[in-house]
C-alpha cells in the first residue's frame, strides 16, 4: 500500500451535522485511494506512522473535505453578455426567453459547436472549480435538447471526468426548454421520454435525471411523465423547482423521492414539509439569486426547523449564474441568505454529497471514505466563507492522489 500522513492541522470533519467536527492538531492517514485514519496527531497508532511513503507537515492549517460542486450547467457553447446588457437596460429574464433569448439562445450555440469545441469550453470551467478545491462536480445537460446534443454534452462531462482529477457526476436535463422544432411541451416529452432518454441510460451517461418545473418551461404534469420514466430505468432524479414562483416543485420532487430540490425560492411550507418526509436535500444557488437580482429569499429559516439538508452550489450556467466560484457562493449564502459560514461549508461537502447520493463516498473527512480533502492557507474555517474571491487553496487531495501543491 502506499501509505502518506497529513499532519499537524486543524480538521474541520464535517461528519456530524451542526459543526464543523474540529479536531485540533490532527493527522489524516491515506492508504491507496481511502481515508485509513484521522484524529488527533497525538493518537496516532504507531503502526500507522511505521510504515507511511510520505508525511506532510500543515503547520496549523485548516483541512476540510473537497469541495462538491452539486449544481452546474458548465458543458454549453458561448456566452449571454449581451441578455445581460438586455437585462440592465431594463428587460426582464421571461421576456427575454420569449422572444427566443435565453436559454434557446445557449441551445443553439452548443448545437452549432463541436464536440472538441465544447469539450475546450467546458474544460475552462471546470479548471476554475479545480483550483478552488472542488474535487467533484456535477453537470448537467440540457443545452442540446436534440439527441446528438444532449449525448454530446453528457459525453463532454463524463470525458471531463476521465482527463481532471475530479469526480463528475453526469445528469441528463431532458426537460429544459421547447426546443422550437416541436409544436408543444407534450410532444417534447414524447420525443425526450421515447427517444433520448432511453439512449441515455443505454449508454450509460447519466447518473441522474433533472428537469425545470416552471409556467416558462415545464408543467408538474410533464415533470411527472419524465420522472417516471427516468426512474423506470433506474436514473435517481433532481428538480429545478419554485425558482420565479410557487409551484409545489418541493413537493413534487419528494413525492419523486428526488435526491433534490433546487432554487426553492418560492417553496411552500407544504413543499418543505414532504421534502422533509422524503429526506430531499434542498440545494440553494445564491448566484442565481444574486445575477437575477431576487428579493424573495429561500424560506431558511423553516429549512432548518424541519431539519432539511441544505447543499449550495454554482448553477455554473451562462443565463442565471455566470460564476465559477463555488467559495464566493459561501460568502453570498451568508450574506444573502444568513447561513453561518458552518451551514455554508456543510452545504458544499457533507450535504452537497447527500444532494448527489454519494454520501457513502465522500463529503466528510472519514474512515472509510474516499481521501478527498483540501489543506487551507487558513487558521479558522470560517474564512473560507469570509473572505470574497481570494483562492486559499494550498494543496488538494483528490481520490488519494495530492493534485495540487503549493507548498512544496
Ligand atoms: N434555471 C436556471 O436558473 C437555469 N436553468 C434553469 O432551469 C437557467 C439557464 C439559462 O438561462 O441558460
Ligand atoms: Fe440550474
Redesign the pocket.
Known sequence: VTREIWEHARIATMQASGSYGLIEDASIVTENRMIAWVGASAALPADMSVGANQAHDCAGRCITPGLIDSHT?LAYASNRAHEFEMRLAGMDYAEIARQGG??LS?VRATRAATEPDLFAAAQRRLSALLDEGVTTAEIKSGYGLDRETELRQLRVARELGRRNPITIHATYLGL?AVPPEFPDANAYVDFVVSDVLPAVAAEGLADTADA?CDPI?FSPAQTTRFFTAAKALGLRVKL?AD?RMPGGGGALAARNLALSADHLEYAQPSDLQAMACAGTVAVLLPG?FYYLRETTRPPIAALRDLGIPIALAT?C?????PTTSLLLMLNMACTLFDLSPQEALAGVTRNAARALGIQAQTGTIEIGKRADFVVWNVEDPAELAYAMGASSCAQIVQNGLLVKNTLA
Open positions: 450547467h435565453g436559454i445557449t429544459h425545470f418551461a429545478h425558482q442565481a448553477d450556467n451562462p443565463g442565471t449564474s
